[in-house]
Structures are given as C-alpha cells and as structure tokens.
Antibody, heavy 117, light 107 residues
Framework: QVQLQESGPGLVKPSETLSLKCTVSGGSISGYYWSWIRQPPGKGLEWIGYIYYSGSTNYNPSLKSRVTMSVDTSKNQFSLRLRSVTAADTAVYYC???????????WGLGTMVTVSA | DIQMTQSPSTLSASVGDRVTITCRASQSISSWLAWYQQKTGKAPKLLIYKASSLESGVPSRFSGSGSGTEFTLTISSLQPDDFATYYCQQYSTYSRIFGQGTKVEIK
C-alpha cells in the first residue's frame, strides 16, 4: 500500500530556509496531487499548498510569498521549501495525497521542525 | 477566502452517546467537504469525503451530511476509540482550508 515519509532537518535557524522532502513508496507519484500541511504545537491544521505530479502548484495565500514546492518523479518525491522562517513556523509538517475527490486520503507520519537559534 | 467554522470547540460525551459536530462554510462549497479524525501525536485520518462518502475501512457509525454551507459529522454510538479531535476541510476552491477542530472528550 502507498506510504508517505517526510524527511529533513528537525532544527532550522531563524531567517533561514526550511527544506523537507516527502518520499512516496508502494505506489507512483504520477497522476496525483500532493499537499503539505503543518500543525504548530497544540494548534490546528494549516494547509501550506499542493503540487501536481506534473509540477503545477497552488499555495496558501498566507504563505505564498515564502513557499516553493517541487516534484521529482524519477525519485517518487516531492519537496517543500519555506524561506525566511521564524519561530511561528515551528510545527509538525505532514505530506499527504489527494484522492480522486480531492480529500487527503493518505498522510505521512509527520516530522517536527523547530525554528530556533 | 472561504472560512470554515466548527462547533462546538470541545464536546464532552460518554461511550454510547450520539455525537454531532457542525461545520459551517462562509460561502457555498457544494459537497466538497471532508472530515478527519486526529489522535494525539498521530497524523489525521480521513473519515468522510464529498460530505457524505465513507472512506474505506471507516466504521459505519461515522456519517456525514450537508451541502452548501452547513455540514455535520455524526457518530451514532461513541466508542472508546473515538475520543479524538475532528477537523472539517473544504476543497471547493484552490485553497484547502481546515476548520479549527472539535475535541471530543470523555465525560
């Protein structure tokens, strides 16, 4: 069955760039939309943006100026870059797959990223 | 942007209770609404998509209804495994906005 795994540094310094990858196993990245979602400690879910396997993207307007997503179909991976991070970007970051309807049917386990000097 | 408002924020209930959570959209989203369950320290799990379609493997005590701007998630008989936080999410527009969550606690 399809599984997602987030990977990347757990600690990022303020003003630097947060970079995460999501690796898709047990299935192909092709044909689907893929999202990044984050959850600050003790708070709710915030959608960051999505990318289609072809590379087209759509970002949350509140983060759009700092976000870039990309996809590498040869590696079955997609990536998130968030620039100029602050403590407010500290969160668990999840990747997820969109089902045919558009809901998020498969999620990674999540990775905690802390922004601190 | 469309805003999603859930109520209540917290709900105290007992095993066997019928539980209803409401989600309201600031404008019509047709039936483009999903419900997720999240337990502490775990990733969210899809329960319902397209307002009323039960995701494969999800117990039939979960059901969703509504269209337009008002939606409900109902648990017909609350089980110990159901104590968790529930989120609605709209996917009518390019943005995929979540509600603020409803925590279901043991009474």
């Amino acid at each position: 069955q399809v599984q997602l795994q987030e990977s990347g540094p757990g600690l990022v310094k303020p003003s630097e760039t947060l970079s995460l990858k999501c690796t898709v196993s047990g299935g192909s990245i092709s044909g689907y939309y893929w999202s990044w979602i984050r959850q600050p400690p003790g708070k709710g879910l915030e959608w960051i943006g999505y990318i289609y396997y072809s590379g087209s993207t759509n970002y949350n307007p509140s983060l759009k100026s700092r976000v870039t997503m990309s996809v590498d179909t040869s590696k079955n991976q997609f990536s998130l870059r968030l620039r100029s991070v602050t403590a407010a970007d500290t969160a668990v970051y999840y990747c997820a797959r969109h089902n045919f309807s558009g809901a998020f049917d498969i999620w990674g386990l999540g990775t905690m990223v802390t922004v601190s000097a | 942007d469309i805003q999603m408002t859930q109520s209540p924020s917290t709900l105290s209930a007992s095993v066997g209770d019928r539980v209803t959570i409401t989600c309201r959209a600031s404008q019509s989203i047709s039936s483009w609404l999903a419900w997720y369950q999240q337990k502490t320290g775990k990733a969210p799990k899809l329960l319902i998509y397209k307002a009323s379609s039960l995701e494969s493997g999800v117990p039939s005590r979960f059901s969703g209804s509504g269209s337009g701007t008002e939606f409900t998630l109902t648990i017909s008989s609350l089980q110990p495994d159901d104590f968790a936080t529930y989120y609605c999410q709209q996917y009518s527009t390019y943005s995929r906005i979540f509600g603020q969550g409803t925590k279901v606690e043991i009474k």
